[in-house]
T-cell receptor, first 113, second 114 residues
Framework: LAKTTQPISMDSYEGQEVNITCSHNNIATNDYITWYQQFPSQGPRFIIQGYKTKVTNEVASLFIPADRKSSTLSLPRVSLSDTAVYYCLVGVLFSGGYNKLIFGAGTRLAVHP | DAGITQSPRYKITETGRQVTLMCHQTWSHSYMFWYRQDLGHGLRLIYYSAAADITDKGEVPDGYVVSRSKTENFPLTLESATRSQTSVYFC?????????????FGPGTRLLVL
């Protein structure tokens, strides 16, 4: 199983760029990397997903090095509303195999004024 | 997100009782999931379903039973609740779109087993 390791917590200030790194040394060839955001008392919400190199959408970027043993979620110019827990998820998609899908313990991001 | 609902939102029960948590999606997503979330453990997959009448175990299936007679419903049953099953339970469904697979989570059910 591709176990993931993330920092437990991070602090930032409004307007700064935040980078959260997830380590997944045992990632398999068919595994994808997905990041979710979770606010208190809510279910997680999809942020971004990728397989290799760089992926960017309207809210974040995901950087994946060639060896794919880690990935970095980048949040540009964070605001107070980005205070949440961020989860890194590694696993096979599109074809089942979800019993091998592992969520990390999450990184608690606190954004300060 | 409004397309997936869970009921009840809060539940208190006693050890040994049977409890069923309901999950309903208004989309026609094939895949549905049940997770539990405990402090320090993030989310752990209990069961998932690829389609009606097709279910499979996740990481922590013991003590739980699922069924899926209709695509839109995926109930989770604790046949004999234990205190260790006190947790927040999230249901999710997933869809593949433009080469990405996204899971949509419900609001969660907070279960307390006394």
């Amino acid at each position: 199983l591709a176990k993931t390791t993330q920092p437990i917590s991070m602090d930032s200030y409004e307007g700064q760029e935040v980078n959260i790194t997830c380590s997944h040394n045992n990632i398999a060839t068919n595994d994808y990397i997905t990041w979710y955001q979770q606010f208190p008392s809510q279910g997680p919400r999809f942020i971004i997903q990728g397989y290799k190199t760089k992926v960017t959408n309207e809210v974040a970027s995901l950087f994946i090095p060639a060896d794919r043993k880690s990935s970095t979620l980048s949040l540009p110019r964070v605001s107070l509303s980005d205070t949440a827990v961020y989860y890194c998820l590694v696993g096979v998609l599109f074809s089942g195999g979800y019993n091998k899908l592992i969520f990390g313990a999450g990184t608690r991001l606190a954004v300060h004024p | 997100d409004a397309g997936i609902t869970q009921s009840p939102r809060y539940k208190i029960t006693e050890t040994g009782r049977q409890v069923t948590l309901m999950c309903h999606q208004t989309w026609s997503h094939s895949y549905m999931f049940w997770y539990r979330q405990d402090l320090g453990h993030g989310l752990r997959l209990i069961y998932y379903s690829a389609a009606a009448d097709i279910t499979d175990k996740g990481e922590v299936p013991d003590g739980y039973v699922v069924s899926r007679s209709k695509t839109e419903n995926f109930p989770l049953t604790l046949e004999s609740a234990t205190r260790s099953q006190t947790s927040v339970y999230f249901c999710a469904s997933s869809v593949e779109r433009e080469g990405q697979e996204t899971q949509y989570f419900g609001p969660g059910t907070r279960l307390l087993v006394l």
